[in-house]
């Protein structure tokens, strides 16, 4: 079976690190012993033109010439000296190409430029070229604003709403501006389950490419039920919905979609019967049935179009699955690890990219609505049922991919 690519194929093993060190430094040194400058001639027109370049790998003057494209399958040729050459293509933010003026604040300000300067920058509302497309509460808003940071990619930080080609010009307008060497992303996290959606998008925009972030479906279950705690509470009472226990013949009637009005005063009370069981026609239990809406998706759209994220070493090592995206997204190298630092404080990693100030750390769990949310203590024997419901599913995931996620 096909293997479906893999954020961590990104990844560099510790060895490979140490032995590509050891070479680098030999191939270096037998380089400057031979030569001490390399002389490149190109011939434009009549006139002959000879550039200098610096054996020094580092230098500025070779920043665009010297060293190998990085494409979707990673870098061409396997050569060690063109694999460290190509690190000085990586780009760079420029402030004055964005369409945006960035300041610092907990949630990041992105306030649009003068009219005059957009039109001159060529700013404009594109379509999508790629969807994040779930799951939820898998930190997809979080690759979200990571992603944000790349100079050839903008992003929706509050998701551009219910997709319909009925009403796609409405649609648009919630869409950033861009350049023309930039790609819009949307987040849609619901879009993994709604194949009528799935439909639409593929009507108006056949070469979309997907991003899907997968994590442990008991873990995105809590999650999911801190979250509409939260999400409810911010509503004005008349708008709320109501609090049921858990009634069965109303349960039949009640879709996926509309599985959140199920919801009890306590997390075993929303998604337990009245005999203490599990239910797994909740929407908090569904939504972690991955492999259904995979199948349906890969039935509906090509696999290599799809890279699936293992949303529990993208927290642990973002930077990493960050590469693997510009790589599948075919974009110029922009992400390096020391963008990233683990905050002890928060509990999960931030950003550090110059001239972007406007994403730093996801608000944490003591903000309102904030990230890194603490989960309420759950009673053992109903984990052991979630669990027990959900490991056939998670096998059959991890035989249709070939692939072993961290919660598989």
Not at 85 to 95: E, G, R, T
Not at 101 to 110: A, D, L, P, W
Not at 214 to 228: F, I, W
Request: a positive charge; proline letters at 4%.
């Amino acid at each position: 079976m096909t293997s479906l690519k893999s954020a961590r194929s990104g990844c560099t093993k510790p060895v490979v690190v140490l032995l590509s060190g050891i070479l680098f430094l030999v191939s270096a040194f037998l380089t400057m012993n031979i030569s001490t400058n390399i002389m490149n001639t190109t011939r434009v027109g009549d006139n002959t033109k000879t550039r200098r370049y610096s054996t020094h790998f580092y230098s500025k003057e070779n920043t665009t010439n010297f060293g190998t494209k990085i494409n979707a399958r990673g870098i061409n040729g396997g050569n060690l000296r063109n694999s460290l050459v190509s690190q000085q293509d990586m780009i760079l933010f420029k402030p004055e190409t964005s369409c945006y003026i960035y300041r610092y604040s907990e949630y990041g300000v992105k306030k649009l430029k003068p009219n005059q300067t957009l039109a001159k920058l060529g700013c404009t509302r594109r379509l999508p070229k790629a969807l994040i497309i779930g799951v939820k509460k898998c930190a997809t808003g979080t690759l979200q604003r990571f992603l944000d940071l790349h100079p050839h990619l903008e992003t929706v930080i509050n998701n551009a709403g219910a997709f319909s080609v009925s009403d796609i010009g409405n649609w648009m307008t919630q869409l950033p501006l861009s350049t023309s060497d930039q790609m819009t992303i949307v987040d849609i996290p619901g879009f993994i389950f709604n194949e009528t959606v799935q439909h639409e998008m593929d009507s108006a925009f056949p070469d979309l490419k997907f991003l899907l972030i997968l994590c442990d479906p008991v873990k995105r279950a809590l999650s999911d039920y801190v979250h509409t705690i939260i999400s409810l509470s911010r509503l004005p009472e008349n708008r709320r919905k109501p609090t049921y226990r858990y009634d069965e013949e109303r349960a039949k009637n009640i879709t996926l979609f509309q599985g959140y009005e199920l919801f009890g005063s306590t997390f075993e009370e929303t998604i337990t019967d009245n005999h203490g069981n599990l239910n797994t026609s909740h929407a908090f239990i569904q939504y972690g049935i991955y492999i259904k809406a995979i199948q349906t998706l890969f039935h509906n759209f090509d696999r290599e179009r799809t890279l699936i994220i293992d949303g529990h070493e993208f927290k642990q090592n973002p930077h990493c699955a960050l590469k693997e995206v510009e790589r599948f997204l075919g974009l110029s190298a922009f992400f390096k690890e020391e963008q990233f630092y683990f905050s002890s404080i928060k509990g999960f990693y931030c950003a550090n990219v110059t001239d972007r100030p406007d994403v730093h750390c996801m608000s944490s769990s003591k903000d309102a609505g904030g990230k890194g949310r603490l989960h309420p203590s759950v009673d053992q024997n109903l984990l052991q049922q979630m669990l027990n419901f959900f490991t056939p599913y998670n096998s059959q995931l991890k035989d249709y991919l070939n692939r072993t996620l961290t919660f598989t």
